[in-house]
């Protein structure tokens, strides 16, 4: 039991857990990988650069999972999501379309 108890502790969402802001670090259409036993969660928000159309997919484990995007706005697009320990996430770019991540952070 004691075995158990030491193994939910360890894998407990949350517990032990930070907030990194990987924005200067993390790159579109660069897969990023969950290195922990825990889930990590993820929010990325993303502006128009140059043009209005902007937006981006977001993949995990190579699946397709989420398209964001705008056309003649010039808000921009947020995202959260979580990524099983162990998976690769990317987020790429939407078709041609420009935008500045203006922050991209990382719980794990």
Do not use: C
């Amino acid at each position: 039991l004691e075995g158990e108890i030491a193994t939910l502790q360890a894998t407990q969402f949350g517990v032990g857990q930070n907030w990194y802001n990987v924005t200067a670090t993390a790159a579109l259409d660069t897969p990023r990988t969950n290195n922990s036993n825990k889930l990590m969660f993820v929010i990325v928000h993303e502006r128009n650069a140059i043009t209005n159309n902007h937006g981006f997919e977001i993949y995990i484990d190579d699946h397709f999972i989420s398209q964001l995007y705008q056309t003649f706005a010039v808000d921009g697009n947020y995202a959260s999501f979580v990524v099983s320990a162990g998976s690769t996430y990317e987020i790429r770019q939407y078709a041609t379309y420009n935008f500045i991540i203006q922050k991209w952070w990382e719980f794990y």
